[in-house]
C-alpha cells in the first residue's frame, strides 16, 4: 500500500449500533499512525496518536487498534450517539517524514437518532 | 490560550487577484501547516515549516506562497487566484517530535472558506 486508505467511505447507523472502520497505510518506514474527529463545519481534532505495534487506545465509547506489520488501524465506536457523526480521519506518519502527515479520505460516519 | 486561529473565515475573489490567509498561533509551536481541503477529498498539504524562516513544499505548492518570520505566524499567499483554488484552507501546528515525548499531535485552526470566481 502506498497510500493512506479507509473504508467504508460512509457509514449509517442507528442510535445504540456499534460499528468500526479501517485504515490501511504504508507498514514500511512505520512511526506513527492518527486519528482524527472531524465535525461538519469545524476543524479535524486529535483522537488518538499511536506509534507501537499491538497498541490500542479509547477515549470513552471510541476505541482504535494498530498492526503495524500489515499496515492497518480498526477505530471502534460502542453505541454509536447522533453526536458522534462525523468524519474520522486516519493519517499515516512515517519515519522520514518530518511530522509530515498523509490523511486518507475519511469515513463519514452518520447516526441516525 | 487561543490556540490555532485564522482570518479571514470567509473570502470570494476575482480570477487574477491576490490575498493572504493569515495564521497564528500561541502554543509555541515548532512546525506549521497549511492544508486544503476539497469536496470529497482528504487534507492536502500545501506547504509547511519547522520554525522560523524555514519552509518547504508539500504536495500541492503550485500557486502558493508562504512565510516564516515569527514562531507564531505562517501567511499563506495567493498571487494570482484561480478557480481551481476555490477550497477549504486549514493551518495548524505541532510540536516537533522530540519535544511532546514522541508524538506530533496537529492542532487545526478553523479554516478559511476560499472562493474563487
Wanted: hydrophobic letters at 30%; charged letters at 15%; proline letters at 5%.
Amino acid at each position: 500500500i502506498l497510500n493512506v486508505e479507509q473504508s467504508p467511505q460512509s457509514l449509517h447507523v442507528q442510535e445504540g449500533d456499534s460499528t468500526n472502520f479501517t485504515c490501511s497505510f504504508p507498514s514500511s518506514n512505520f512511526y506513527a499512525l492518527h486519528w482524527y474527529r472531524w465535525e461538519t463545519a469545524k476543524s479535524p481534532e486529535a483522537l488518538f496518536v499511536m506509534t507501537l505495534n499491538g497498541d490500542e487506545k479509547k477515549k470513552g465509547r471510541i476505541s482504535a487498534t494498530l498492526n503495524t506489520k500489515e499496515g492497518y488501524s480498526y477505530l471502534y465506536i460502542k453505541g454509536s450517539q447522533p453526536e458522534d457523526s462525523a468524519t474520522y480521519l486516519c493519517a499515516s506518519d512515517p519515519e522520514t517524514s518530518g511530522s509530515r502527515l498523509t490523511f486518507g479520505e475519511g469515513t463519514q460516519l452518520t447516526v441516525n437518532p | 490560550n487561543a490556540g490555532v486561529t485564522q482570518t479571514p473565515k470567509f473570502r470570494i475573489l476575482k480570477i487574477g487577484q491576490s490575498m493572504t490567509l493569515q495564521c497564528t498561533q500561541d502554543m509555541n509551536h515548532n512546525y506549521m501547516y497549511w492544508y486544503r481541503q476539497d469536496p470529497g477529498m482528504g487534507l492536502k498539504l500545501i506547504y509547511y515549516s519547522v520554525g522560523a524562516g524555514i519552509t518547504d513544499k508539500g504536495e500541492v505548492p503550485n500557486g502558493y506562497n508562504v512565510s516564516r518570520s515569527t514562531t507564531e505566524d505562517f501567511p499563506l499567499r495567493l498571487e494570482l487566484a484561480a478557480p481551481s483554488q476555490t477550497s477549504v484552507y486549514f493551518c495548524a501546528s505541532s510540536y516537533s517530535r522530540g519535544l511532546a515525548g514522541g508524538t506530533d499531535t496537529q492542532y487545526f485552526g478553523p479554516g478559511t472558506r476560499l472562493t474563487v470566481l
